[in-house]
């Protein structure tokens, strides 16, 4: 079946610092990518996305690119705020299963200042 | 994209009882989804809530336990029965991305938090 897999975190880090979140994926044909985000008290919310291979998906300073050769679609961020806290869940969309979501675990990050 | 608001936002409950949480959508949408996030798990889907038919359920989660209603395509309501607190987690609607998004997207309602004793 299709799965996600993230890397553990939690993942700490000082401002400005660079950001990379790994996520590797397993599917049956062409899913799309997504990032979702959670603060703190709060609910998930669509940080990025990408529909097909060698698509990049942006927003807020956050890049992430569709690699089918590698089934991956990393998280960076050339340099985090404080404010970028937060849990970030990586997650698939089998077509052939009507937008049902796989997330994987989730990852922790904490950035200090 | 769709404001989605969910009640309650957190509730405290005995086990045995059961309580029902709601979602409500600003626009009609097609697809609607219920999901469980236990204390520092990951989001498991735990059925589709289709208007105007049975929900479509998830390996591992019955119809008996989590009762699903979806009178019509801006509401819908999933009731967690006969607790424990092993069901206490987040409860997460969400709907497809026809509500302002791309057909592949989702958006999520803020969650109920869910304890019980």
């Known amino acids: 079946g299709n799965s996600v897999t993230q890397m553990e975190g939690p993942v700490t880090l000082s401002e400005e610092a660079f950001l990379t979140i790994n996520c590797t994926y397993t599917a049956t044909g062409y899913p799309s990518l997504f990032w979702y985000v959670q603060y703190p008290g709060e609910g998930l919310q669509l940080l990025l996305k990408a529909t097909k291979a060698d698509d990049k998906g942006s927003n807020k300073g956050f890049e992430a690119t569709y690699r089918k050769e590698t089934t991956s679609f990393h998280l960076e961020k050339g340099s985090v705020q404080v404010s970028d806290s937060a849990v970030y869940f990586c997650a698939l969309s089998d077509r052939t299963g009507f937008q049902k979501l796989v997330f994987g675990t989730g990852t922790r990050l904490l950035v200090s200042p | 994209s769709a404001v989605i608001s969910q009640k309650p936002s957190r509730d405290i409950c005995q086990r045995g009882t059961s309580l029902t949480i709601q979602c409500q959508v600003d626009s009609q949408v097609t697809m609607m989804f219920w999901y469980r996030q236990q204390p520092g798990q990951s989001l498991t889907l735990i059925a589709t809530?289709?208007?105007?038919?049975?929900?479509?359920?998830e390996s591992g989660f019955v119809i008996d336990k989590f009762p699903i209603s979806r009178p019509n395509l801006t509401f819908s309501t999933l009731t967690v029965s006969n607790m424990s607190p092993e069901d206490s987690s987040i409860y997460l609607c969400?709907?497809?991305?026809?509500?302002?998004?791309?057909?592949?997207?989702?958006?999520f309602g803020p969650g109920t938090r869910l304890t019980v004793l």
């Open positions: 969400s709907v497809g991305g026809e509500a302002g998004g791309s057909y592949n997207e989702q958006f």
């Open positions: 809530a289709n208007q105007g038919s049975e929900a479509t359920y």
